[in-house]
Every structure is written in structure tokens, then in C-alpha cells.
């Protein structure tokens, strides 16, 4: 999303520029009275004058219009999107960090989340370090935008699983709900209902239904739109219809579940929820709807309620420390005359801020779900959201591997893959397929075991080593067979284990005028089986693919490869998620990207020049010139 819109980078200087020319054409008429110099001649100078100070006051003037758009955004997400662009601009040029750091903080204060813990991220890299702190925020910016994908992904594979029994129920705004069950439309054979909101008085309403509606019926959806007062009726077992805000008649669905979804301000690691209030010292109407819906199987009278179940969605850059005083404290959303927007973006008038809110803090027994970028969190089990929030502080490290890893590309002339871990998503089934076969053999095999017998080994090098280790008494070519039966067994469809931006980097890749080889231990049957699935046998031809690669051979396949590029060591670069073979290119001089998909980080930090989480965190090949 772009930070300013064509509208406010014609619109608003217009206007602006419109009360500065009625300004000027007073001023004007005054002077040329006053001084009996010819009109045209104050015009001129005046104008001059005007033109200088224009030219001086527009980064300004582009600064506080990306401010208020901050302080205005009802989303938290696009908030947050604003706030790195804003932070973007105040960095440009020759701004120091601890220039850039106050304006930064200042309008954090005015609204805290999620800002706060982007610009908590870029004071830890930024303060007392030579780091460009545009660099940073670039990788912030990149590694939000994954975590936002991811978390999109994962409501919308659970909308996938609901039937037409399940309503789903939505109050206030949620853009990354909402692009969930835009996402999940086609599939989706639900209903759902948004109530109206009252997050902040009658008067001090955002409309967040109205938002919530238009970016549904905007995916074709057909929402309906509710008042707070029909959620008795919409829970009660005995309703048949609920009246819709104009007063017509819903028809419900009998034996239906409620699915309630809200997001939130911040998640603590213990998953303490904090949502909107209304006001200072006032009930919070979020609050007061969460309690409505988690009243679930108790009465209304003698009416048996209906089942619900509450998710809260949030990124896991929402996850804080602790709740503390000053983490309740924050602003609502600026709603102010136009007017007074105006005196701001001239400079009139100090940084507006919302009325003073206190945020609600749920408990996990107040919900039922979290639903982040790893996936879905049952607060009826034991919660733990620390790998939540491990996993934004790796996000944004990967997005420096994966700035680093398309500057290695752009470097480079020749790129090698290796397929399992990869491109291909199969290394589990690999290891399940691994343990049942020792299983028939009453012994067991760990993940460590199979890293180190199997994995980046052909089948028949890994059942080698478990012969000798776990003495498998069997012909070799029985456990090859049986081991593929297992394979195929826990495989399901080739489509389900591709990574999904993978096809689309290797082509893009192609057109850039890199040229791919393939370098795997997988066979060929299985390989041609992923290319055409893939749709990538133009990017991999017979002559640049080899297949069934012994650990023994796998260096001269390389020194091969150069041979056949005819180029440089140091113009090839190789994405492999072993670190043994990442450590062998090396050596040999190629360039390496180790991908953390198999081992563990470390390991594969220590083993190669760039790592990255996966090929889906490179979701686009910014920066790489055509080759030549």
C-alpha cells in the first residue's frame, strides 16, 4: 500500500496552496498599495517568495500527511504499515538516527500499537551502530509483510475447515480478518454477520462495520450487518431469524455454531489479550461483546444459548513482554474537523492525538483460539506464545538473509538448486517414511538420527547407514522398495509440498537471464514428477539437472556445473539446506545460501555465506539485472 495516495499528493498541497494563493492575493494588494509599486511587480516578487517557501515546506507537508494518516488508521496492521513508511521518509537524506528517533517516538506516544515494538526493533539495531537505519526498516517492512501473509494463511486454511452450520460473527476492523475471509470466499459457506460497533461512544464511532463491510463486498462476499442488540437472538437456540440493520428479517441456520473473531491491540506471551475500550473509566463495548458471546451454555431465561468459539487473530509482532500500567494506557484513533487536519499539514497546529483510551486485558479462559502466523493456539491447553515471538526477532533477521541472498544473486550469473528442502517441502515425509521402515525392524530412528544417517544422502546411502547402525537384516534393493512404498504412502499430492513461491523465483530467475541447474539426491522418476507438477522442465532441461548425487560425487557435480557455465566460482551460487554441502561448495569457491528449512539455524549459519528461513521469503527478484 502505498504511503501517500495520488489523491493526497495532488489534493492536499492544492488545497493547501489554495489558501496560501487567496493569502497571497491580499498580501499582494496590500504592498503594491502601500509601497505604489505596479501590481504585476509585488505579484512577481511575491510569487517568487511563495514558490521558495513551497519548495521548503513539501517534505514537511509529505511527513505530516503520512503522520495523520498514522494517527487516523482504525486497522492496527496498516497502521503499522504507515508508520514504517513515515519512519522511511523521516530517514531519508542526511537524517542521523538520533535526529529521526524523536518525530519517531512522537507519534508512536500517539499511537503505541504496533508501533512501539517496530520502533523498539530499530532502536536495538540502530542505537550506537554505524547501521543505515533505512536498511533496517526495509527489513522490518519485509519481514511484516511475511508475518502478515503467513497469518492471513493460516486464518484462511481454518475458514477452510468450517461447513455451513458455522456463522462466523465479526466486530470492528480487522484487515488481515477480513483478507482472510476474502481469501477463503469461494470456499466459504458461512455466513457472516458483522455487528455494529460502539468501540468509542455513538458519537465517537469509527464505523469499523462499514470498513469490515466494504472490504467483504468488495471480495463478492454478502455480509450482513447487525446491531449490538440482536446477538441474544443470533446466540439463542431458538431463534429462526435475526433482523438485519435496516430491520430486515435473517433467517438463521438451526443447530448452528458461532465462530467470533476479533483482533487485537497486543498479545503477552502467556496470552493475555489486549483489546479497545470506549474511554477512560468507561466500560469497554469490545469488552462487554467478548462477555456476551463467552457466556456460552449457560440461559438466556430458558433458552439454551448456542456454541461459541471466540479467536483472537494477531502477527506475532504483537506479542509483548508483560502487561504493565503504561501498556494499558494508549490513544484511539484522530477523528477531528477538517478544519483542524488542515491547521497540522500547514503546520498550524501541533500532532493531533485520539482521545485517551484504557486498554481491557482478557484472559486466555476469555477465548478459545490465537490465531498467529505459526498457525492456531488453544488457550484450553498449556500456552506458550514464546515461539511466536522468537519467530518475528528470526523474521526479521531472515529478511537481512534474504536482502543478502538477492544481492548474492544479482552477483551472479549461474544459481544451483538442490530439491528436497528446498524447492520441495518433503523432508518430513522422508523421515517418517525412514521411521517406519526401522520400526519393521523394532528399532527407532530420531531426527538427529536421520540428519545424520539420511538426509541429503540418496535412499540408498541412508539405508546403507542404517544397516550398519541399526543392523537392518535385509537385502538392500527389498529396503529401497519398501522404503518408497513408505514415501508414497505419507506423500499425498506433489502440488501440497512446493513451496509456493519457489516456481515463480526459478522463473523469474530464468528471465533475468540466470541459468538453473538442479543438483539432487532425489532419483529422476521423482524429479520429473516434481518439474511438470512445478511446471519447470524449460528451467531445469535434462543437461542442466543431475539426479541420484552420492555425497562422494557431489563436488565434482559442482566443479562440472563451472566447467559447463563456463564462469567463475564466484558467479555461482548454490540454495541448499545442508550444511555439509553448503561447506563443500564453499570450499571450492561457489557462493552459498543455506535455507534453515532441515537444521538448525546455527548450523546452517555457520556453514554457508547467507541464510534464509525459505524460498518464500525472497518474494520477489528486486535489485537483479538482466544477465548478459
Known amino acids: 500500500m502505498d504511503g501517500i495516495t495520488t489523491k493526497e499528493r495532488i489534493a492536499v498541497p492544492f488545497g493547501v496552496n489554495l489558501l496560501a494563493a487567496a493569502a497571497f492575493a491580499v498580501i499582494s494588494l496590500i504592498v503594491s498599495t502601500a509601497f505604489h509599486l505596479r501590481w504585476w511587480t509585488s505579484i512577481v516578487v511575491l510569487g517568487a517568495v511563495l514558490f521558495a517557501l513551497t519548495l521548503f515546506a513539501l517534505p514537511g507537508l509529505q511527513r505530516r500527511i503520512l503522520a495523520l494518516r498514522v494517527l487516523k488508521e482504525v486497522s492496527s496492521s496498516r497502521c503499522g504499515d504507515l508508520f514504517l513508511q513515515y519512519a522511511a521518509l523521516i530517514c531519508e537524506g542526511d537524517s542521523s538516527w538520533s535526529q529521526a528517533k524523536e518525530p519517531l517516538q ?49 486464518l484462511s486454511d481454518y475458514l477452510r475447515t468450517v461447513d455451513v452450520r458455522d456463522q462466523i460473527v465479526l466486530y470492528g476492523y480487522s484487515s488481515v480478518i477480513c483478507d482472510a475471509i476474502a481469501q477463503s470466499a469461494r470456499s466459504l459457506p458461512s455466513t457472516v454477520f458483522i455487528i455494529e460497533d460502539l468501540q468509542y461512544g455513538v458519537d465517537g464511532s469509527f464505523n469499523e462495520h462499514l470498513l469490515a463491510m466494504t472490504h467483504l463486498e468488495g471480495a463478492g462476499l454478502h455480509p450482513k450487518l447487525v446491531k449490538f442488540e440482536q446477538i441474544a ?27 467470533v ?115 492456531h493456539h488453544s488457550t484450553h491447553e498449556i500456552l506458550d506464545l514464546d515461539a511466536s515471538l522468537r519467530h518475528w526477532r528470526t523474521m526479521i533477521s531472515d529478511s537481512r538473509g534474504s536482502r543478502g541472498a538477492l544481492e548474492t544473486v544479482s552477483a551472479c550469473r549461474a544459481v544451483i538448486f538442490d530439491l528436497n528442502g528446498v524447492l520441495l517441502d518433503d523432508e518430513s515425509v522422508h523421515f517418517q517414511a525412514f521411521v517406519d521402515l526401522v520400526h519393521d525392524f523394532k528399532c527407532s530412528l530420531s531426527y538427529d538420527e536421520y540428519l545424520r544417517f539420511c538426509s541429503g544422502r540418496t535412499d540408498r546411502e541412508g539405508l546403507q547407514q542404517l544397516i550398519w547402525h541399526k543392523q537392518l537384516a535385509e537385502p538392500i534393493q527389498s529396503l529401497l522398495r519398501r ?81 559447463d557455465a563456463k564462469l567463475s566460482p564466484r558467479q555461482i551460487v548454490l540454495f541448499d539446506d545442508s550444511p555439509t554441502n553448503l561447506r563443500e561448495a564453499g570450499e571450492i569457491g561457489l557462493r552459498t545460501i543455506g535455507v534453515t528449512t532441515t537444521h538448525n539455524r546455527e548450523q546452517i549459519e555457520a556453514s554457508c555465506d547467507v541464510a534464509i528461513e525459505s524460498l518464500n521469503s525472497l518474494t520477489a527478484v528486486r535489485g537483479i539485472s538482466d544477465g548478459s
Request: proline share 5%; hydrophobic share 35%.
Open 483 to 563: 522404503k518408497r512404498e513408505a514415501y508414497d504412502r505419507h506423500f499425498g499430492s506433489m502440488e501440497s509440498h512446493i513451496y509456493s513461491e519457489a516456481p515463480t523465483y526459478v522463473r523469474e530467475l530464468d528471465v533475468h537471464g540466470r541459468k538453473c541447474y538442479l543438483v539432487t539426491s532425489s532419483d529422476e522418476v521423482a524429479v520429473g514428477v516434481f518439474l511438470a507438477a512445478a511446471e519447470l522442465q524449460p528451467q531445469f532441461p535434462s543437461s542442466r539437472r543431475f539426479t541420484e548425487v552420492d555425497a562422494a560425487i557431489r563436488t565434482d557435480v559442482y566443479r562440472t556445473i563451472i566447467s
Open 106 to 154: 512522537a507519534l508512536c506516544n500517539a499511537r503505541k500499537y504496533p508501533n512501539q515494538r517496530f520502533l523498539r526493533d530499530l532502536t536495538s539495531q540502530c542505537d550506537g551502530s554505524s547501521t543505515e537505519p533505512g536498511v533496517v526498516i526495509q527489513e522490518i517492512t519485509l519481514a511484516k509483510q511475511q508475518v502478515r501473509a503467513a497469518t492471513v494463511k493460516a
Open 233 to 259: 437472538a443470533l446466540r439463542s437456540r431458538s431463534s429462526d431469524f435475526i433482523h438485519d440493520s435496516t430491520g430486515s428479517s435473517i433467517p438463521l441456520v438451526q443447530n448452528r455454531n458461532l465462530i
Open 261 to 375: 473473531l476479533l483482533g487485537c491491540e497486543a498479545i503477552t506471551r502467556d496470552g493475555h489479550i489486549l483489546i479497545p475500550s470506549r474511554v477512560r473509566g468507561q466500560p469497554s463495548e469490545t469488552a462487554k461483546f467478548v462477555e456476551v458471546f463467552r457466556q456460552t451454555g449457560e440461559h438466556i431465561g430458558s433458552e439454551v444459548e448456542v456454541p461459541t468459539s471466540i479467536a483472537i487473530v494477531g502477527e506475532s509482532f504483537k506479542l509483548i513482554e508483560g502487561i504493565s500500567k503504561d501498556s494499558i494506557d494508549a490513544h484511539a484513533p484522530v477523528k477531528e474537523a477538517m478544519p483542524r487536519q488542515v491547521g497540522y499539514l500547514m503546520g498550524l497546529r501541533r500532532m493531533p492525538k485520539g482521545q485517551k483510551i484504557e486498554l481491557v486485558k482478557l484472559a486466555p479462559l476469555d477465548i478459545d483460539w490465537i490465531i498467529d502466523d505459526l498457525g
